[in-house]
């Protein structure tokens, strides 16, 4: 993933939706179709994006202290957590 220190000009808007993009091109290079995972703070966000984006690859998801979302996001990314997390139990 992508750097955040102040020389690679890290936006806090911007960051978890670039990281989606950054760990999905991780599991294509390393030929993973499927995945679970564990995201805490700002990893659970990147997930919710990610859930968002593509659910078919995605199996289960904790999300652990996840922050804050704003906008339509919000309520997209929560129901489709909540079923996520209703299909794996």
Known sequence: MRSTDRASRWCCCTASRQAMFD???LL???NIARFKAIGVSGGAK???HMATRQPDRID???LVSA???SGSFRTAG???SSE???KAS
Request: aromatic letters at 14%.
């Open 28 to 30: 294509d290079k390393l």
């Open 46 to 48: 990147t997930l919710l």
């Open 78 to 80: 929560m129901v489709l």
């Open 67 to 69: 922050a804050p979302f």
């Open 23 to 25: 760990v999905f091109a």
């Open 60 to 62: 289960a998801l904790a």
């Open 84 to 86: 996520i997390w209703l």
